[in-house]
């Protein structure tokens, strides 16, 4: 696979693994926003959303933490588009800062992507 398939494809997961957050937060946690929830659901689920496409490739790893952002932030305006409130800058707000989270995730999943190549593939290509 080339490597910009390879980005392009793994950009859409981080993307809908970010939209994901938003539309399953209901569902699984009773509550619109994710971070309302009594759960970790939202912290837990922004670190999933950047570490698991970088776990795949290193290079570019922020890439799938602008995926994981851009996702939420099309999920939000969908979601508020049905019921709008007042708060919903304030809200935007909060998803902008919680998704520095997806960050922290994208460089542990490169991590541990460059890990693995090391010591299983013994090569110095970070793909």
């Not at 693994?17 to 619109?32: E, K, N």
Request: positive net charge; hydrophobic residues 60%; aromatic residues 18%.
């Amino acid at each position: 696979m080339k490597a910009a398939h390879k980005h392009l494809l793994l950009f859409g997961l981080s993307l809908l693994l970010g939209s994901l957050i938003w539309f399953l937060s209901a569902p699984l946690t009773g509550h619109r926003e994710p971070w309302d929830a009594d759960l970790p659901f939202y912290h837990c689920a922004l670190v999933a959303a950047g570490f698991i496409p970088a776990c795949f490739s290193a290079r570019r790893f922020w890439l799938w933490a602008v995926g994981a952002w851009l996702g939420q932030v099309i999920a939000f305006f969908v979601l508020i588009l049905r019921a709008p409130g007042a708060l919903w800058p304030l809200g935007f707000l909060l998803l902008c800062f919680y998704s520095l989270l997806s960050l922290a995730g994208a460089g542990l999943g490169a991590g541990v992507h460059l890990l693995f190549r090391k010591f299983f593939f013994h090569s110095t290509n970070v793909a």
